[in-house]
């Protein structure tokens, strides 16, 4: 996801979108992320303190950052 933030990667990676369709790309990337955290609050045990999966936990904690 960070790497997708530079120009030269997005245009190696996706070389057939204009500069504003690979943007685009990226912002709904991004967005999927976060959603996937919030989502993925379902998924913990209050009464236990820990995640069920440890791939949402990681969203979970990237959403806490951007927040």
Same mark, same amino acid.
């Given at each position: 996801?960070?790497?997708?933030?530079? +120009?030269?990667? *997005? +245009?190696?990676?996706?070389?057939?979108?204009?500069? +504003? *369709?690979? #943007?685009?790309? $990226?912002? $709904?990337? #991004?967005?999927?992320?976060?959603? /996937?955290?919030?989502? /993925?609050? +379902? =998924? =913990? &045990?209050?009464? !236990? &303190?820990? #995640?069920? *999966?440890? !791939? %949402? /936990?990681?969203?979970?904690? %990237?959403?806490? $950052?951007?927040r």
């Amino acid at each position: 996801m960070y790497l997708s933030l530079f +120009e030269s990667v *997005q +245009e190696d990676l996706l070389p057939k979108y204009s500069k +504003e *369709q690979r #943007w685009d790309i $990226v912002y $709904v990337a #991004w967005y999927d992320l976060i959603m /996937g955290g919030i989502k /993925g609050l +379902e =998924y =913990y &045990d209050a009464k !236990h &303190d820990k #995640w069920l *999966q440890a !791939h %949402i /936990g990681a969203s979970y904690a %990237i959403l806490s $950052v951007l927040r």
